[in-house]
């Protein structure tokens, strides 16, 4: 049994559920998330609390445990308060822009490099370098924030490129001349 997997998740009383034929619907302030879960899961929602269990003793639906109760926390979650990835523009020249939906990026590159936004993500442009993506979907908005980075990833002599807020570049020391 997976130890993430037992807790219970609170569900706040603005957040509707419903599940049914192994498909749960979240809907709060935020929009409606919908997500279809594997038939070795089962879900129990009772009194505020969902409880995820495992109806078979194969191994992948063990597996599946702790990832589902994640999937399904992360989803109210979303709903609730939403998702936000912070992403850092380093290098000369290199900056960003938004146009509607897609993002202009000036990387250093012969040609601008245009990323269309996927559905349900929204993005906020600040001093050209910071790019703010936001979601009710955490799965969605990380693969949209990996795809950016991914664009011109953080080199390690100089540290210029894409990389994410938090993320930390350990540099390389370059070569020394010596006589």
Same mark, same amino acid.
């Given at each position: =049994?997976? #130890?993430?997997?037992? &807790?219970?998740?609170?569900?706040? +009383?603005? $957040?509707?559920?419903?599940?049914?034929?192994?498909?749960?619907?979240?809907?709060?302030?935020? %929009?409606?998330?919908?997500?279809?879960?594997?038939? +070795?899961?089962?879900?129990?929602?009772?009194?505020?609390?969902?409880t995820v269990s495992v109806n078979s +003793?194969?191994?992948?639906? &063990?597996? @599946?445990?702790? =990832?589902?109760?994640?999937?399904?926390?992360? =989803?109210?979650?979303?709903?609730? /308060?939403?998702?936000?990835?912070? @992403?850092? $523009?380093?290098?000369?020249?290199?900056?960003?822009? *938004? &146009?509607?939906?897609?993002?202009?990026?000036? *990387?250093?590159?012969?040609?601008?490099?245009?990323?269309?936004?996927?559905?349900?993500?929204?993005?906020?442009?600040?001093?050209?370098?910071?790019?703010? *993506?936001?979601?009710?979907?955490?799965?969605? *908005?990380?693969?949209?924030?990996?795809?950016? #980075?991914?664009?011109?990833?953080?080199?390690?002599?100089?540290?210029?490129?894409?990389?994410?807020?938090?993320? /930390?570049?350990? /540099?390389?020391? %370059?070569?020394?001349?010596?006589?």
């Amino acid at each position: =049994m997976s #130890r993430v997997g037992k &807790k219970p998740i609170q569900v706040p +009383d603005k $957040i509707k559920i419903s599940y049914k034929n192994k498909i749960i619907i979240v809907e709060g302030e935020k %929009g409606s998330l919908t997500q279809t879960i594997h038939p +070795d899961i089962d879900l129990n929602i009772e009194g505020g609390f969902i409880t995820v269990s495992v109806n078979s +003793d194969n191994k992948f639906g &063990k597996a @599946l445990h702790g =990832m589902t109760r994640s999937i399904v926390s992360n =989803m109210i979650t979303g709903v609730n /308060k939403g998702f936000e990835r912070i @992403l850092e $523009i380093n290098g000369i020249g290199y900056r960003a822009e *938004l &146009k509607g939906n897609t993002i202009v990026f000036n *990387l250093g590159f012969s040609h601008p490099v245009i990323f269309d936004l996927p559905d349900g993500i929204t993005a906020s442009v600040e001093k050209n370098t910071v790019i703010k *993506l936001s979601s009710i979907n955490k799965q969605e *908005l990380g693969l949209a924030a990996a795809s950016i #980075r991914r664009l011109k990833p953080p080199e390690s002599y100089k540290g210029k490129g894409i990389k994410y807020a938090e993320e /930390k570049i350990r /540099k390389k020391a %370059g070569k020394t001349g010596t006589k």
